[in-house]
Structure formats: structure tokens, C-alpha cells
């Protein structure tokens, strides 16, 4: 099926259709914000990885949630179905994620305390991950073959556009210090760092002990067989794991068995196109 035929269009996105409705995108934009924390990024750049740390550091290192709630109910999306169903079930202050542009993001959040995150990956990554992602999710269209899904990336013609439209658009932003910038690249270096920026941003002050418990549950391999975390529990309809499994690297730099030099040229000269003339670097070389 086409993307179109899979996706509902919201303000010129496209959005999955297995996820996402017309009750779902009018629920986020009337959602009332408080003092909770949400997890911005463009898809495949680290939002499961945040979905398992934020309730862990909100929660003091308490274990019990990861081990007995699904990710998508502990920390869900803002703008999928599934947070009107649970969002009285989730304690202030609420762990959130999401794939909007920030110029999507509703009136309450702009007037609350709410705190962002923005988790940014190497795009030349996120279009690998991206790229199998497609192939085992049931709800988004064949990817067909990595050259056809480079020019589709580029192109902004997947779920959620254009890498570079979402990142501009949440780093042109007057949140002041409600949020902070982290990197893919930055946790998988030197996680328990990471985990301590993260933790001094939401006013948490963790011990080392429990710094070290959070990244120790939190890493790559522990995630992948906690099936509270690693979406086996969802059918194979939809992710079918056997096409390509969900959790399949994890790492950074795995972009390099996938581009032939054309295809690289082809990506860094668009992609550094369009950041041309923005007042802020990205913080990887492209080249």
C-alpha cells in the first residue's frame, strides 16, 4: 500500500493511520501540560531509548514500571490513541514522547512549565534505521530499495517530512531553559554522562548508584530482551520482526555500510543546502 493509503494527513504531514486519527491529533492539541517532560525527536533517532530512561530518572531508579508496563503506555506518544487511554493512569510529574515539528505542539505546552528534550541523531543513521524500520512495520509503506528511500528522506515524502524542517523547527524555539539538546552519538559514548545531564535538566539529583542502574537497564542489549521494552509484545502484523528485528543495532556510524560515494554526495550536498544560512551547526560532519 502507498504512504497515502496508510497515512492521515495533518497540516501537510503525513501521519500512520495505525496510530494516529482525527481524535487522537485533536486530544494532543488540547492536552493540558503541567510540569511533565517530553521527549522530542524525529523518528529512529533514540525515542524507545528515552521512553525507558525518563521514568526511571523521574522515578528515582524505581525498576517496577519497566518490568511490568509496556513503553507505549509508560511514556507514551502525544499524538498517538494511545494516551487518552492511559493518561489517568500516568503520575506527575507525566513522561512523554513525540514526533511533532514544534510549531504542532499545543497552546498548554507553550504556557506550562513542561520541559523539553530534543534527542538528535546523524540523519545519515536515522535513514538506515529508518530504512529497515520500514520494511518489518506493517503500517508504512515498502521502502522499496535504499536508493528509492534516500530520495524519499530528501524529499521529506515519509511519515512526519523532512529531518531538516523537524530539526530547525525545534531549534528556533523561546522555550529558554525548558529545553535541552542531547545527541544519539553523545549516549551511546558515555551513557551515565548523558543520564546525569539529563537528570540535573529535570531538577532530579541521582545518586551514582542509581545513575549506574539506570544506564544499566537502559542499554542496548538489556532493552532487547525486556519484552516490556523491545515491542514483542505487538503483533507480528504490524512489526514483524522477522523482515528485520526492531532492536538491530543500536549503534552509531552504521550508515557507512549502506552508502555507496553517490549516494553520500547526493545526501550531504541537499542536506547541507538546507541548513545553509542557519544560525545554529549541526554537531556531526556529514561528509
Not at 511514556?75 to 513522561?95: F, I, N, Y
Not at 511533532?100 to 536515522?126: C, E, G, L
Not at 553520500?264 to 544560512?277: A, V
Amino acid at each position: 500500500m502507498s504512504r497515502e493509503e496508510l497515512s492521515i494527513q495533518y497540516h501537510g504531514l503525513f501521519l500512520p493511520k495505525e496510530t494516529h486519527s482525527v481524535n487522537s491529533l485533536k486530544f494532543a492539541q488540547e492536552f493540558s501540560f503541567e510540569n511533565d517532560v517530553i521527549a522530542v525527536t524525529y523518528p529512529k533517532s533514540g525515542t524507545v531509548w528515552m521512553q525507558e530512561i525518563l521514568p526511571l530518572i523521574l522515578n528515582d531508579g524505581d525498576l517496577t514500571q519497566i518490568h511490568t508496563i509496556p513503553n507505549w503506555d509508560r511514556t507514551p506518544w502525544l499524538e498517538e490513541t494511545r494516551l487518552a487511554v492511559v493518561v489517568d493512569q500516568l503520575k506527575s510529574p507525566r513522561a512523554l514522547v513525540t514526533h511533532f515539528p514544534y510549531h504542532f505542539m499545543p497552546a498548554s505546552f507553550h504556557q506550562s512549565k513542561a520541559k523539553a528534550i530534543y534527542v538528535m541523531r546523524n540523519p545519515k543513521d536515522v535513514i538506515v534505521s529508518s530504512y529497515y524500520f520500514h520494511q518489518m512495520a506493517g503500517f508504512l509503506e515498502d521502502p522499496g530499495t535504499f536508493d528509492e528511500f534516500l530520495d524519499k528522506f530528501l524529499d521529506g515524502n515519509l511519515v512526519f517530512g523532512k529531518w531538516t524542517d523537524h530539526v530547525k523547527s525545534w531549534k528556533h524555539n523561546n522555550l529558554g531553559d525548558r529545553i535541552m539538546f542531547i545527541t544519539y552519538e553523545e549516549m551511546k559514548e558515555d551513557l551515565p554522562a548523558a543520564l546525569r545531564r539529563i537528570s540535573s535538566f529535570l531538577g532530579k539529583n541521582l545518586s551514582d548508584e542509581t545513575i549506574h542502574t539506570i544506564a544499566e537497564h537502559c542499554s542496548f542489549n538489556a532493552m532487547k530482551d525486556k519484552p516490556m521494552s523491545n515491542f514483542s509484545l505487538v503483533p507480528k502484523i504490524y512489526m514483524d520482526s522477522d523482515k528485520s528485528p526492531f532492536f538491530r543495532k543500536g549503534v552509531a556510524g552504521d550508515w557507512k555500510n549502506h552508502f555507496t560515494p553517490e549516494q553520500l554526495s547526493r545526501f550531504t550536498s541537499t542536506i547541507n543546502k538546507e541548513m545553509e544560512g542557519e544560525s545554529f551547526s549541526l554537531p556531526w560532519s556529514l561528509d
